[in-house]
């Protein structure tokens, strides 16, 4: 079984586009994350929601939208795609946002905007 | 600001012992993770320090200096499959992890 699942795992478009990725954890989480990870390997929090609830916003374009239907789902939309928005983001969950819990990742989604 | 440093990239040789370091300035500390990440792979746990001191975890052990903002991760009996970038990251006072950019090792026969 899966932990935290990502999907689509590739994804190429145009510059302009509006895109999707899901992620789905089943390892019944509280809190769940998005990261993007540059070509330079920076890893980088954009979002984290705890049990649906948006707690942290960095700074990140509005064109990137966040939505939690439940705790075990938080999906990014982003819209009117751009050059730099190229990089592998990963979705991961905590059981909490404090302590000592890991997080688990997912596979990451590369995305590349052409 | 906030920063983590680590070497960007170190070399071994198997069978050897490996010692990557993390220096990090932080606004506050709520504990200090080690991760590893294959190349084109999800980061994965391997650690975490929030008392001063060693842990150790087979091969792999992990120590922590609070008031000297250090940290390294000690691989021995290096195998080629230890190959991989290794990720420093703290958690701050508002319990954001706040991540180094890794250390790639490379592991030689």
């Known amino acids: 079984d899966t932990a935290v699942s990502q999907t689509p795992k590739y994804l190429v478009t145009q510059m302009g586009n509006d895109k999707s990725i899901k992620c789905e954890q089943n390892?019944?989480?509280?809190?769940m994350y998005w990261y993007k990870q540059d070509s330079k390997k920076f890893l980088k929090i954009m979002f984290s929601y705890n049990n649906k609830e948006l707690i942290i916003n960095e700074t990140v374009p509005n064109r990137f939208s966040p939505k939690s239907p439940d705790k075990a789902h938080l999906n990014l939309h982003i819209n009117s795609l751009e050059l730099g928005d190229s990089a592998v983001y990963f979705c991961?969950?905590?059981?909490?946002?404090?302590?000592?819990?890991?997080?688990?990742f997912g596979p990451g989604t590369r995305l590349l905007v052409l | 600001g906030q920063n983590i440093d680590q070497p960007t990239e170190m070399t071994a040789t198997e069978g050897a012992i490996v010692q990557i370091n993390c220096t990090y300035q932080?606004?506050?500390?709520?504990?200090l993770f080690w991760y590893q990440q294959h190349a084109g792979e999800a980061p994965t746990f391997l650690s975490y320090n929030v008392l001063d001191g060693l842990e150790e975890k087979g091969r792999f052990s992990s120590f922590l200096s609070r008031s000297k903002g250090y940290s390294y991760l000690l691989l021995k009996e290096l195998q080629m499959k230890d190959s991989a970038s290794y990720l420093c990251a703290v958690r701050d006072s508002n319990y954001q992890l706040i991540w180094g950019a890794g250390t790639k090792l490379i592991i030689k026969p």
């Open positions: 991961a969950s905590s059981q909490q946002i404090g302590g000592g819990e890991t997080q688990y």
């Open positions: 390892l019944g989480h509280d809190t």
């Open positions: 932080t606004s506050g500390f709520n504990g």
